[in-house]
Nanobody, 127 residues
Framework: QVQLVESGGGLVQAGGSLRLSCAASGRTFSANNMAWFRQAPGKERELVAAISWSGGNARYTDSVKGRFTISRDNAKNTVYLQMNSLKPEDSAVYYC????????????????????WGQGTQVTVSS
């Protein structure tokens, strides 16, 4: 079992930066692929970035490539999302998610392959 708690959201002007954190509890954190999703009002939840259990692999949705960076510190049971050059269209509730241990990294794009979710943190980017 993995419990996830996000923090770091807030209001920022376009062009600014935020760093989201996801603190995980549970003995298997270091064995789980992790991801950040986001959901804007009236839109489906979408994958923003995912990282493998070791931190050796990462993937990003096209709209954030070059601006966002996902990372993890297994010693601190924490996953991060550094967001730079923020745009108004990045405004959404951001969710941290974890796959069950043993999932292949190739499956991290599939929202239905995530077993654990945080409560979300709001990110608002003003123009």
């Amino acid at each position: 079992q993995v419990q996830l708690v996000e923090s770091g959201g807030g209001l920022v002007q376009a062009g600014g930066s935020l760093r989201l954190s996801c603190a995980a509890s549970g003995r298997t954190f270091s064995a789980n692929n992790m991801a950040w999703f986001r959901q804007a009002p009236g839109k489906e939840r979408e994958l923003v970035a995912a990282i493998s259990w070791s931190g050796g692999n990462a993937r990003y949705t096209d709209s954030v490539k070059g601006r966002f960076t996902i990372s993890r510190d297994n010693a601190k049971n924490t996953v991060y999302l550094q967001m730079n050059s923020l745009k108004p269209e990045d405004s959404a509730v951001y969710y941290c998610a974890a796959q069950q241990m043993g999932r292949q990294f190739d499956s991290t794009w599939r929202i239905d392959h995530y077993a654990y979710w945080g409560q979300g943190t709001q990110v608002t980017v003003s123009s």
